[in-house]
T-cell receptor, first 114, second 109 residues
Framework: DSGVTQTPKHLITATGQRVTLRCSPR?????VYWYQQSLDQGLQFLIQ???????AKGNILERFSAQQFPDLHSELNLSSLELGDSALYFC?????????????FGPGTRLTVL | TQLLEQSPQFLSIQEGENLTVYCNSS?????LQWYRQEPGEGPVLLVT?????EVKKLKRLTFQFGDARKDSSLHITAAQPGDTGLYLC?????????FGDGTTLTVKP
């Protein structure tokens, strides 16, 4: 158990819909990362927040957005969903926002878009 | 173009054999992490290498960071079926987190 929690574990929805994935970091960690993992693209970095502020942005689509709240939990919002958005979405956390980024991953949310 | 290239992509060996997987880049990293991931679960951190030329050992796993901090290797001695999984290397470049595509290791009993 990494100490990072993600909900829900599974999510099935239809194209065009909007969903919200939730992540709670390890106690004491200030940084949260979001990743998308699909079979054909590996682990793709989406976005990082540090202490409530956006720190780095990766290959995140405009239909996706995220935020980190004052209690440090984070939410990833996916809208206008397409079949290709079906994937595992992981959240990770680390103590700091840069440097030796030892990241601790949550169990993931499996999103299926039908 | 992937910033971190891992090889081989797939590796299937018999229990008791030794193996090495590689993580290469043309960029310098301040540190690299190795993770192991099982199907449907999140990656689990194995080790961080920071200093060029550094060697770290974790039981039967030996991790090395290249002198120029552009590459790393993971060597497993006497592999066991429990070592089966996806091995990922990751690091931070230009402030952005990046991972290789991983090596899928299967150890047959």
């Amino acid at each position: 158990d990494s100490g990072v929690t993600q909900t829900p574990k599974h999510l099935i929805t239809a194209t065009g819909q909007r969903v919200t994935l939730r992540c709670s970091p390890r106690s004491g960690d200030l940084s949260v990362y979001w990743y998308q993992q699909s079979l054909d693209q590996g682990l793709q970095f989406l976005i990082q927040y540090y202490n409530g502020e956006e720190r780095a942005k990766g290959n995140i689509l405009e239909r996706f957005s995220a935020q980190q709240f004052p209690d440090l939990h984070s939410e990833l919002n996916l809208s206008s969903l397409e079949l290709g958005d079906s994937a595992l979405y992981f959240c990770a956390s680390s103590v700091e926002g840069s440097g030796d980024n030892e990241q601790f991953f949550g169990p993931g949310t499996r999103l299926t878009v039908l | 173009t992937q910033l971190l290239e891992q090889s081989p992509q797939f590796l299937s060996i018999q229990e008791g054999e030794n193996l090495t997987v590689y993580c290469n880049s043309s960029s310098v990293f301040s540190s690299l992490q190795w993770y192991r991931q099982e199907p449907g679960e999140g990656p689990v951190l194995l080790v961080t290498v920071v200093t060029g030329g550094e060697v770290k050992k974790l039981k039967r796993l030996t991790f090395q960071f290249g002198d120029a901090r552009k590459d790393s290797s993971l060597h497993i001695t006497a592999a066991q079926p429990g070592d089966t999984g996806l091995y990922l290397c990751g690091g931070t470049n230009a402030g952005k987190s990046t991972f290789g595509d991983g090596t899928t290791l299967t150890v047959k009993p």
